[in-house]
């Protein structure tokens, strides 16, 4: 579930490497530093390993989303269309680049329907972002095709599924860009942190350009000298995140065959339930099984399964319930409580589109999350703690 379990003596040496330097910034300082460069390092293996030709280390997902947004010159005028089930922060990245997201159903695998992107289009459109939720993938095969025919741009939001792939392609690598988070609960965590990966030279400079001021980082002249192609922002990761980031890296292929044992385990106990079905995944070779997703026959069932868990002491998360992961509990959103008096974007003169977040567009949300829980699944899990699991389980499926 979270990178902070295996944290150990690697993490240590690496933050001490920087500390010894004294130097935190990614950038400059070329006769202090001493050649530690751990930002450059974590974006070069993170870039190898995902299959991309780049990528670039920012301060949070949702600053990797912007950036990414912002390099894929989304804006005012435009609407990118997301899932109904997603963490808030993919929503307001839109918002933040003074664009419109438009909500769109999911199906089987609980991330972005690809048959529902055409439902959703109108002349507005300019990108998708399909999710991948709880460490799983979408259907990201057809995600790509159906945008590419329609000329839409794909951001892959991968913040909760590092290290995660679809038929042996890397999550993130499938789009035009993709993002990852590093945040305090992420599979790997810098505290707070993030990455964006593509192939694309052009968008890759663009996205560098602005998550630094817009400085064109001209290796061969003096910082303070450099030309700026465009005006950014500072969305710099730094050298101690950078840090963490290596080791934790170099620690993903452990700490998902953790979770994957873990996982099957938890699976074995729950398959005892009558009734309970597992969550369809794609490509469950792709899985880093950070979560554990079933379905029960109703939302009923479902209500009263979770509060029986509950008094075994066993977290289940009821998404639908939740005020961060379900668009429709938004309110704020559904209000257009941007958060500038103007209501901006949804203002904007240039854009004259519609926007309907009300359940009665997405069905399949609705019915499917309305009977889903998920448990997150634990790197350490000692032989005793599972056992309490797994009688706990037995428990409450008896008194269902
Ligand atoms: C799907 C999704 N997108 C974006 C983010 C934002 O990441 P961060 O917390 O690093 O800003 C998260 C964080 O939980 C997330 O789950």
Redesign the pocket.
């Known amino acids: 579930m979270a990178g902070y379990e295996a944290f150990g003596k690697e993490e240590i040496k690496e933050v001490m490497d920087v500390m010894e330097t004294g130097i935190l910034m990614r950038y400059g300082f070329d006769a202090e530093r001493k050649g530690v460069f751990k930002v450059r390092q974590f974006e070069e293996e993170f870039a190898a390993a995902c299959g991309t030709a780049h990528a670039l280390g920012v301060t ?4 990797a ?1 912007k950036v990414a947004l912002t390099a894929l010159d989304v804006g005012p005028g435009d609407e990118v269309i997301c899932p109904a089930f ?2 808030i ?2 929503y307001e990245a839109v918002l933040e680049v003074g664009a419109i997201p438009i909500m769109a159903d999911i199906d089987a695998s609980l991330n972005l329907d690809p048959d529902d992107i055409i439902n959703k289009m109108t002349p507005y459109t300019k990108a998708v972002i399909p ?1 991948h ?1 709880c460490g799983a993938p979408a259907n990201i095969d057809r995600i790509v095709e159906v945008a590419r025919k329609s000329h839409l741009l794909v951001l892959e ?1 991968a ?2 599924a590092v290290g995660a792939s679809f038929r042996g392609k890397k999550l993130g690598a499938f789009g035009d860009m993709g993002i990852f ?3 305090f609960n992420k599979t790997i965590t810098t505290g ?1 942190g ?1 990455m964006i990966v593509t192939d694309r030279e052009d968008l890759y400079k663009r996205a560098d350009w602005y998550h630094d001021h817009g400085h064109d980082h001209n290796p061969k002249i003096h910082r303070a000298q450099e030309d700026h192609p465009l005006l950014g922002f500072n969305y710099r990761m730094n050298e101690l995140q950078g840090a963490l980031g290596l080791a934790q890296f170099r620690k993903l292929p452990e700490i998902i065959a953790a979770q994957r044992q873990n996982k099957a385990a938890l699976k074995d106990a729950l398959g005892q339930v009558p009734g309970l079905t597992f969550r369809n995944i794609p490509d469950p070779d792709g899985d880093t099984a950070t979560f554990l997703g079933f379905h029960l026959p109703d939302a009923a069932a479902t209500e009263r399964f979770q509060s029986l868990l509950g008094e075994e002491k066993i977290d289940a998360v009821l998404f639908k319930k939740n005020k961060w992961h379900y668009v429709p509990n938004w309110e704020h959103l559904i209000a257009w409580s941007t958060a500038n008096s103007k209501k901006y974007p949804f203002t904007y003169p240039g854009w004259r589109g519609k926007v309907d977040y009300s359940i009665r567009i997405i069905p399949r949300a609705e019915e499917l999350l309305g009977r889903t829980l998920f448990m997150a699944i634990p790197v350490k899990l000692p032989a005793e703690r599972l056992e309490r699991l797994q009688e706990g389980i037995a428990k409450a499926a008896r008194r269902m």
């Not at 949070?60 to 600053?63: C, E, I, P, Q, V």
């Open positions: 949070s997902g949702s600053a989303l997603t963490f922060a993919t999710v939720m939001d913040a909760q988070s590093f945040d707070e993030g």
